[in-house]
């Protein structure tokens, strides 16, 4: 599975958009572009997954550069409950590997 | 659907006891995956199972951890004999496909004295 980087730390406002940013340098074509949050205490909760072409569904949308070697995880509107610790996981296997993840802080 | 539920949510136990986790996927997913998270060293995939059968259980940290998948309904993870460093909030989780994403339980937190 290709590496991926991630800042450790964001803080967004309330009601703004909060922009997450996921370096995969290394990423292969058959390897999908998968996000997951998790919110304290909780299992980790999936959000959106791609491979080339950007996604949008009811959560977030996903911004998948041309080249494939980063990418963007939008939250259009960001609420309190949005605050969570959110990884990028590329992968083409059948499992996924977490890393450390970034912490985003939502700010009233 | 109720998701992926774990038993028990919470659990103490002695060094050297027997300890078994509990999952229930969520009806029609074919794939489970057992978690573990501790601090030190994030989440970790343990094992994964592919329509009861187990694929992949190069996570598993040593020979004291077993997980069964007896029916598509059901999984167990044991550990036996328990240590201190066993403590730690373990997740399991179901997939429809390996592409699709995964819905995770809530955990069960264990506790080794």
């Known amino acids: 599975d290709a590496k991926t980087t991630q800042p450790p730390s964001m803080d967004c406002a309330e009601g703004r958009a909060a922009n997450l940013p996921c370096n995969h340098s290394?990423?292969?074509?058959?390897?999908?572009v998968y996000w997951y949050r998790q919110i304290h205490s909780q299992g980790p909760q999936y959000i959106i997954h791609?491979?080339?072409n950007n996604e949008t569904n009811e959560m977030a949308s996903l911004i998948i550069t041309e080249d494939r070697k980063s990418s963007t995880l939008i939250l259009p509107h960001a609420t309190l409950r949005d605050t969570a610790v959110y990884y990028c996981?590329?992968?083409?296997?059948?499992?996924?590997?977490f890393g450390t993840g970034t912490r985003l802080t939502v700010i009233p | 659907d109720a998701g992926v539920i774990q038993s028990p949510r919470h659990e103490v136990t002695e060094m050297g006891q027997e300890v078994t986790l509990r999952c229930k996927p969520i009806?029609?997913?074919?794939?489970l995956f057992w978690y573990r998270q501790t601090m030190m060293r994030g989440l970790e995939l343990l094992i994964y199972?592919?329509?009861?059968?187990?694929?992949?259980d190069s996570g598993m940290p040593e020979d004291r951890f077993s997980a069964k998948m007896p029916n598509a309904s059901f999984s167990t993870l044991k550990i036996q004999p328990s240590e201190p460093r066993d403590s730690a909030v373990y997740f399991c989780?179901?997939?429809?496909?390996?592409?699709?994403?995964?819905?995770f339980g809530s955990g069960t937190r264990l506790t080794v004295v």
């Open positions: 989780a179901s997939s429809f496909t390996a592409q699709n994403g995964y819905t």
């Open positions: 290394t990423i292969s074509g058959n390897e999908y």
């Open positions: 199972f592919n329509n009861n059968v187990p694929i992949d």
């Open positions: 791609g491979l080339k």
């Open positions: 009806s029609g997913h074919d794939y």
């Open positions: 996981i590329v992968t083409g296997a059948n499992n996924l590997f």
